[in-house]
């Protein structure tokens, strides 16, 4: 989900675009949104130490580049 600003703004910037919509699978209620906000170089053991806490089944994480994103995942792939 995003605001009615962004969808316009595309709008205005992309050529074409296409709107997706995904019915949810599940309820809301069993969804839990946690925020952390880690530094770059906390950031590998702060969410090993977030997975051994919550054991989640799925998660989204965010980095800054995708350059950061694909490192935390190639660390993660490693560990397990």
């Given at each position: 989900?995003?605001?009615?600003?962004?969808?316009?703004?595309?709008?205005?910037?992309?050529?074409?675009?296409?709107?997706?919509?995904?019915?949810s699978?599940?309820?809301?209620?069993?969804?839990?949104?946690?925020?952390y906000?880690?530094?770059?170089?906390?950031?590998?053991?702060?969410?090993?130490?977030?997975?051994?806490?919550?054991?989640?089944?799925?998660?989204?994480?965010?980095?800054?580049?995708?350059?950061?994103?694909?490192?935390?995942?190639?660390?993660?792939?490693?560990n397990?």
């Amino acid at each position: 989900t995003y605001p009615f600003e962004i969808e316009d703004l595309a709008k205005d910037i992309l050529n074409k675009p296409t709107k997706i919509v995904v019915e949810s699978t599940h309820s809301e209620s069993i969804i839990e949104q946690v925020f952390y906000e880690s530094n770059y170089n906390e950031k590998y053991q702060n969410t090993l130490r977030l997975f051994d806490k919550y054991k989640p089944n799925s998660v989204l994480i965010f980095c800054n580049t995708k350059l950061e994103c694909d490192e935390l995942a190639e660390k993660l792939k490693k560990n397990n």
